[in-house]
């Protein structure tokens, strides 16, 4: 990651990770043995039941495999986020700008991977007002953090997606409603989990992003399985080292939660 203030940063990372200073590669000791060039297949058993049984998960291409982009979350709770991206979506120009793709593992203060979830982006918004900031960072007590949340259809139409589409997910129905995954049910509001993401895009830990990232996940059954509305706003304090590149966003992103041994990284 090339920050400005790199050096002292990215030592920093691979203290963390247990790299020995003068190694080239910044992304080792990584769990499942993941690294940026490897190769992650999965099992599309769960997906195609997924895609079929209506879920919004579509079946992920079989030759986008390929790890970009790694990256560590800190949390404000024990354990600790890993994701291995398939696509940054960094870009708002490039045409796959909606695709961000990522294998999420948690990995528990043991050291043992006890989630992991694949995740693509739904669609992505930017908060315009300071209402709006302060509801998708949960920080007024409502908004992110709330029981539930719901996706309505003609919120789907409007990203381009087809009636045929709408109808195997939505059946005859307007809306979606699913049920926050953390916290107490009975509560209506439960305050969103805070992390810092680091992400670095090249071996040599040149290039990569830092944000700040405020989110909850939802979720609700699709045919005995659980998919999951990870709402996540996200603060990016530099990109490259760049921190001219600040902003703020909200990503909604679906997952399928996966078995480890569905999971191979080569």
Request: proline share 4%; aromatic share 8%.
């Amino acid at each position: 990651m090339a920050w400005n203030d790199a050096y002292k940063y990215v030592r920093g990372i691979a203290a963390r990770h247990g790299i020995a200073e003068g190694e080239k590669r910044e992304d080792q000791s990584l769990p499942l043995g993941a690294r940026i060039g490897g190769i992650l297949s999965m099992q599309m058993t769960p997906f195609i039941h997924a895609n079929t049984s209506g879920s919004l998960m579509q079946i992920p291409a079989l030759a986008d495999n390929l790890i970009k982009a790694v990256s560590r979350v800190d949390l404000d709770m024990k354990g600790m986020l890993y994701r291995y991206y398939l696509s940054t979506g960094d870009d708002d120009s490039a045409a796959d700008q909606a695709q961000e793709k990522f294998l999420q593992l948690y990995q528990d203060s043991e050291g043992k991977v006890s989630e992991l979830m694949y995740c693509t982006r739904l669609t992505r918004m930017i908060p315009e007002s300071a209402e709006d900031q302060e509801a998708f960072m949960g920080s007024a007590g409502y908004g992110l953090g709330d029981k539930t949340y719901t996706l309505w259809r003609e919120q789907l139409a409007g990203l381009g997606w087809d009636e045929a589409d709408l109808g195997a997910v939505f059946g005859d129905a307007d809306s979606l409603t699913y049920q926050r995954d953390a916290g107490n049910p009975a509560a209506e509001f439960v305050p969103p989990f805070k992390g810092t993401e680091t992400r670095i895009d090249d071996a040599a830990g040149e290039h990569g992003l830092k944000q700040q990232i405020i989110f909850m996940p939802y979720s609700r059954d699709v045919a005995g399985t659980p998919e999951y509305l990870l709402i996540s706003t996200e603060i990016v304090a530099d990109q490259d080292g760049d921190a001219t590149r600040r902003g703020i966003h909200v990503d909604f992103m679906i997952g399928l939660p996966l078995a480890q041994d569905r999971v191979v990284i080569q």
